[in-house]
T-cell receptor, first 116, second 113 residues
Framework: KAGVTQTPRYLIKTRGQQVTLSCSPI?????VSWYQQTPGQGLQFLFE???????NKGNFPGRFSGRQFSNSRSEMNVSTLELGDSALYLC???????????????FGPGTRLLVL | AQSVAQPEDQVNVAEGNPLTVKCTYS??????LFWYVQYPNRGLQFLLK??????LVKGSYGFEAEFNKSQTSFHLKKPSALVSDSALYFC???????????FGQGTTLQVKP
């Protein structure tokens, strides 16, 4: 079956703009989680959605938001972009929540965002 | 406060030898513990997850991890390393009380032939 897809793969924005990233999970998966990876901060957890509800959230400001649709596709929005938001944004899908049972997470290839 | 430490930035091991990548954690309550691997140019992959029960968790690619509650450790192990295991490994802990997943800084594993 098809894997996790993320669009767009690459994006260049300028400071102050906003951006929306999309993640399509594996068919049947209801959990989508988002992560930010930077050379300086490493891997950081943004949030997790399950059945259209945000279940868990990391330590990111309110500029970072997300949502999940009834088909489990998820979007992540960053408003008022800052230079420090330049990063690789990854999403992962699973049939269970992070706090759920044993179930593999499948990661997408990521969206590389550059903020100028 | 919730935290994860991977004390070694890099681990070097010869092919065929056993490998261990170390991880210690601090969390209130019962932890959910994860290991992930990032191969060069291949993205991030899930290796295994500890919830509760058996202290030895088996994962993908022949990896396993040992949960030690008294030492608050969750070390990743493999009996016989392959050159293809060379990658960046991340340990993470999820705290149910706060709903946050915290990653360690990562350990680069270098397996030499």
């Amino acid at each position: 079956k098809a894997g996790v897809t993320q669009t767009p793969r690459y994006l260049i924005k300028t400071r102050g703009q906003q951006v929306t990233l999309s993640c399509s999970p594996i068919s049947g998966h209801r959990s989508v989680s988002w992560y930010q990876q930077t050379p300086g901060q490493g891997l950081q957890f943004l949030f997790e959605y399950f059945s259209e509800t945000q279940r868990n959230k990391g330590n990111f400001p309110g500029r970072f938001s997300g949502r999940q649709f009834s088909n489990s596709r998820s979007e992540m929005n960053v408003s008022t972009l800052e230079l420090g938001d330049s990063a690789l944004y990854l999403c992962a899908s699973s049939s269970r929540q992070l706090a759920g049972g044993q179930e593999t997470q499948y990661f997408g290839p990521g969206t590389r965002l550059l903020v100028l | 406060a919730q935290s994860v430490a991977q004390p070694e930035d890099q681990v070097n091991v010869a092919e065929g030898n056993p490998l261990t990548v170390k991880c210690t954690y601090s969390v209130s309550g019962n932890p959910y513990l994860f290991w992930y691997v990032q191969y060069p140019n291949r993205g991030l992959q899930f290796l295994l997850k500890y919830i509760t029960g058996d202290n030895l968790v088996k994962g993908s690619y022949g990896f396993e991890a040992e949960f030690n509650k008294s030492q608050t450790s969750f070390h990743l192990k493999k009996p016989s390393a392959l050159v293809s295991d060379s990658a960046l490994y991340f340990c993470a802990v999820f705290e149910g009380n706060t709903g946050k997943l915290i990653f360690g800084q990562g350990t680069t594993l270098q397996v030499k032939p």
